[in-house]
């Protein structure tokens, strides 16, 4: 097995059991924090010398327990993240934090916090008209009380220093995971779409110090690597979460690579960095989140770059098509697709679109219309 | 009708609700911007500035009620807007690209107010209009609040989207902020307000001398003309004409009144007679709905008034949800809760299971939950309908019983 096998396997090992990456940090007497989505600042997590733990639903899962709370009309994820905190496969963690930057995650926040008294509830509301000064205020205020709880949870403040510090590792992650997801397009033949996103989803279950140093040295080698003529199709992603082990095989068994996304799991998580040079910290982080961009669940004073930005990414990746992974019941992107829709159409660039949710066992209809779409594409190349 | 002859209260409120529709087509007529707004976006702001604005939730719950709410949904499903979103978004994004709805017609806009305290869809929804129509939009970001109680770091950011919208207001519309006019129209809401909390009160009387279902119409007035004070005298008007009718022992319910009911959620504006039917058959009034705490906007200064477009509905605590209820439920004396599942509207029914186990707890009441839609016809179930009202009537039958025959008091 090469090296690079050897660590994309390890990648892989870590997402196929989430549960035995969190009990190691246990035993070693960390505390971890549930991170649900969106834009939860884990440098905070992290400078609490805590492990912040990404909890973006659970493929696969079955939603029961859950449903004494939410009607059948709710997005799987956060119906999953209630049925993992009710059933006790988040039991260990020391708090969580959470978002209502939806409209189902503001009932989520409500009902996770009364269902699942056993966890320290941390809310973090952002704000949408985030740029100004008055926003990055009240993002500033909103961290600064996530801070607090954290400080109670860990039983300890968290300094400045270690603020600073976390930033820094944090910003040489996403550098290290921004490069890693050139690297892939580039070597679609070492690296296959499951195998993308296993090192994309592991770094939620990774103390990002630990996961860099495996990922740059993966990254090392696949700048060494040669370049092999791909020839199969190249695509770009674009959804909420695509990690179904299914999903994903399906496309590489189409022959489809992908190489970039616009997936908030993805590429949407970690294309800002906060600046090293702000003197306060927390500025720093608010003011990360104020340059937040192009994403369905943020508030775009300019009102319509996100289709432009998609096509942009096609056209600098060479990809051929877009294939839009539409989460079920998630509003925030079914009110976005008829606007990317538009932008792709205009563009000239093959689009599909997949309808997806975490429980989804027939594939099926999903099978068909990934070999379709790749078919379509390559008959154009 | 003769010129001193009363004019009844409900056709003053009617035509208070016209009159922001005649005005905004009028100015249209004469060159000036027309807006449209959210139901909860700051009113204060466009009236200060004299414009026109019209409210999109407002037209869409027309439209539904006179069954054009199907033909508007299936417009924007086919411009690529899921059947999953809000009703009230479709029907608006298929009026805002052309499709014209006879229903309630509005001029389309020059400019959009959003504030998402209602919801977060509002954001994108808004965003969307901006798009379709190449005009400006205000944004107003109310957070969702965790506590009881408003910070003062949402009113500080809050403060400061108002000052903004005023400015962009200004230069998008060539006017000039009166503040003397400000303090004018923000007595008007503050008046309107109080005479519409007035109104509601009234279903704390048994027998109600209203209707609740009436609520949901007059409700209309609050959400477009809070502000005139043609609408703080129609509600003072009405409230007269309550007051009147509780001393004549009349009432606008012309049934029996053998239970009383909250009626949890907004209504299915397409099938309203259905929702009424077996209600008034089984002599079901019902006394209580949301919408009077959640439009009851009274402030005395700028942070109440900030504090106060943070009380919507869907971005209040589940615990002030259920104390808004619950204070409602016991000083109108309900034996029974019905709630609507609106599919529609995915932040308000997200927390109703809960809010249902709480209700049984607290209250001692039946609860009963129905499948529907506030605009999408689609989604409702008469059938469904009428078993889970009975349902709710039998149970209500039994709770009177083993209570010695004493409903609610």
């Known amino acids: 097995m090469s090296r690079i096998d050897e660590l994309l396997s390890e990648f892989g090992e870590i997402v196929i059991s989430p549960r035995k990456q969190l009990d190691k940090y246990l035993s070693q007497g960390k505390k971890a924090i549930g991170c649900f989505p969106y834009y939860v600042p884990e440098e905070i997590v992290y400078a609490a010398d805590m492990v912040p733990f990404g909890i973006w639903g659970q493929t696969g899962g079955t939603i029961n327990a859950a449903k004494e709370y939410f009607a059948a009309f709710y997005c799987t994820i956060a119906q999953l993240n209630l049925e993992m905190g009710l059933k006790g496969t988040l039991d260990g963690l020391s708090g969580v934090i959470a978002s209502p930057m939806c409209d189902t995650l503001r009932p989520f926040t409500q009902n996770f916090r009364v269902a699942c008294p056993q966890f320290p509830f941390v809310f973090l509301a952002h704000p949408q008209n985030r740029r100004p000064g008055y926003g990055v205020d009240f993002t500033m205020a909103q961290y600064t009380n996530v801070k607090d709880k954290l400080e109670e949870i860990g039983g300890k403040p968290i300094s400045d220093e270690s603020l600073k510090n976390a930033i820094k590792v944090y910003n040489d992650s996403r550098a290290s995971r921004r490069n890693f997801v050139k690297l892939a397009a580039k070597h679609p033949e070492l690296v296959n779409a499951t195998q993308r996103s296993a090192i994309l989803k592991s770094a939620y279950f990774t103390l990002k110090s630990e996961h860099t140093v495996l990922l740059n040295e993966l990254n090392a080698l696949l700048e060494k690597a040669p370049v092999v003529e791909w020839k199969g199709i190249k695509i770009v992603t674009s959804g909420i979460v695509l990690d179904s082990p299914s999903l994903l095989e399906i496309i590489t068994k189409n022959n489809m690579a992908i190489v970039a996304d616009d997936v908030a799991h993805e590429s949407r998580a970690i294309r800002i960095d906060a600046p090293e040079n702000e003197e306060n910290p927390m500025k720093a982080l608010a003011l990360q989140f104020a340059a937040q961009d192009y994403d369905t669940l943020l508030y775009d004073p300019e009102i319509n770059k996100r289709p432009g930005y998609i096509v942009d990414k096609v056209k600098e990746s060479g990809a051929q098509g877009v294939v839009i992974m539409m989460m079920q019941f998630c509003d925030p992107e079914e009110m976005e697709f008829p606007s990317l829709k538009k932008g792709l159409e205009e563009a000239g660039i093959p689009y599909v679109k997949i309808g997806i949710d975490q429980q989804m066992t027939d594939f099926g209809q999903a099978r068909t219309s990934l070999q379709a779409f790749s078919d379509m594409l390559s008959m154009q190349k | 009708?003769?010129?001193?002859?009363?004019?009844?209260?409900?056709?003053?409120?009617?035509?208070?609700?016209?009159?922001?529709?005649?005005?905004?087509?009028?100015?249209?007529?004469?060159?000036?911007?027309?807006?449209?707004?959210?139901?909860?976006?700051?009113?204060?702001?466009?009236?200060?500035?004299?414009?026109?604005?019209?409210?999109?939730?407002?037209?869409?719950?027309?439209?539904?009620?006179?069954?054009?709410?199907?033909?508007?949904?299936?417009?924007?499903?086919?411009?690529?807007?899921?059947?999953?979103?809000?009703?009230?978004?479709?029907?608006?994004?298929?009026?805002?690209?052309?499709?014209?709805?006879?229903?309630?017609?509005?001029?389309?806009?020059?400019?959009?107010?959003?504030?998402?305290?209602?919801?977060?869809?509002?954001?994108?929804?808004?965003?969307?209009?901006?798009?379709?129509?190449?005009?400006?939009?205000?944004?107003?970001?109310?957070?969702?609040?965790?506590?009881?109680?408003?910070?003062?770091?949402?009113?500080?950011?809050?403060?400061?989207?108002?000052?903004?919208?005023?400015?962009?207001?200004?230069?998008?519309?060539?006017?000039?902020?009166?503040?003397?006019?400000?303090?004018?129209?923000?007595?008007?809401?503050?008046?309107?307000?109080?005479?519409?909390?007035?109104?509601?009160?009234?279903?704390?009387?048994?027998?109600?001398?209203?209707?609740?279902?009436?609520?949901?119409?007059?409700?209309?007035?609050?959400?477009?003309?809070?502000?005139?004070?043609?609408?703080?005298?129609?509600?003072?008007?009405?409230?007269?004409?309550?007051?009147?009718?509780?001393?004549?022992?009349?009432?606008?319910?012309k049934y029996a009144e053998t239970h009383r009911i909250m009626f949890e959620g907004i209504p299915c504006w397409p099938q309203l007679q259905a929702l009424f039917k077996p209600l008034k058959e089984k002599g079901i009034n019902t006394t209580a709905v949301v919408y009077a705490p959640a439009f009851g906007f009274v402030y005395n200064n700028m942070d109440e008034m900030m504090k106060a477009y943070c009380k919507a509905p869907n971005s209040v605590c589940l615990e002030t949800g259920v104390e808004w209820r619950e204070g409602i439920c016991r000083e109108n004396k309900v034996d029974g809760i019905l709630v609507h599942y609106n599919r529609s509207c995915k932040p308000w029914s997200g927390y109703m299971p809960e809010m249902q186990r709480r209700f049984r707890k607290d209250l001692d009441v039946p609860v009963v939950g129905f499948d529907g839609d506030q605009a999408d016809p689609r989604n409702f179930s008469e059938a469904q309908y009428n078993t889970r009202v009975e349902g709710l009537f039998e149970v209500m039958e039994e709770y009177t019983a083993r209570k010695g025959g004493d409903h609610n008091e």
């Not at chain 2, 000036?32 to 707004?37: A, H, I, M, Q, T």
């Not at chain 2, 604005?53 to 006179?66: F, G, H, L, T």
């Not at chain 2, 409230?239 to 009432?251: F, I």
């Open chain 2, 1 to 253: 009708m003769l010129e001193n002859e009363k004019v009844p209260a409900k056709l003053k409120l009617r035509a208070v609700a016209d009159q922001v529709y005649k005005n905004a087509w009028d100015a249209k007529k004469r060159g000036e911007l027309v807006g449209w707004s959210s139901s909860k976006f700051p009113a204060e702001i466009a009236e200060t500035l004299g414009l026109a604005v019209c409210y999109p939730e407002n037209q869409a719950a027309a439209i539904s009620a006179k069954h054009g709410g199907q033909r508007m949904c299936e417009h924007a499903e086919a411009m690529g807007y899921d059947n999953d979103i809000c009703g009230y978004a479709r029907i608006n994004l298929a009026y805002a690209a052309g499709h014209e709805a006879e229903e309630k017609p509005m001029p389309q806009p020059d400019f959009v107010l959003c504030c998402n305290n209602i919801c977060n869809c509002m954001t994108k929804w808004y965003e969307n209009i901006a798009r379709i129509r190449n005009i400006p939009l205000i944004m107003i970001d109310v957070p969702y609040n965790n506590t009881v109680e408003v910070d003062d770091h949402h009113v500080a950011y809050i403060r400061g989207q108002f000052d903004d919208a005023i400015k962009q207001l200004e230069k998008i519309s060539g006017r000039t902020w009166d503040e003397k006019k400000f303090e004018q129209v923000c007595a008007n809401s503050n008046r309107t307000a109080k005479a519409w909390l007035k109104v509601c009160s009234y279903c704390q009387y048994k027998p109600s001398p209203f209707s609740g279902f009436d609520l949901f119409n007059h409700m209309a007035v609050v959400v477009t003309a809070r502000c005139k004070v043609e609408a703080a005298e129609a509600f003072e008007a009405l409230a007269q004409e309550l007051e009147q009718n509780l001393k004549d022992g009349k009432s606008t319910w």
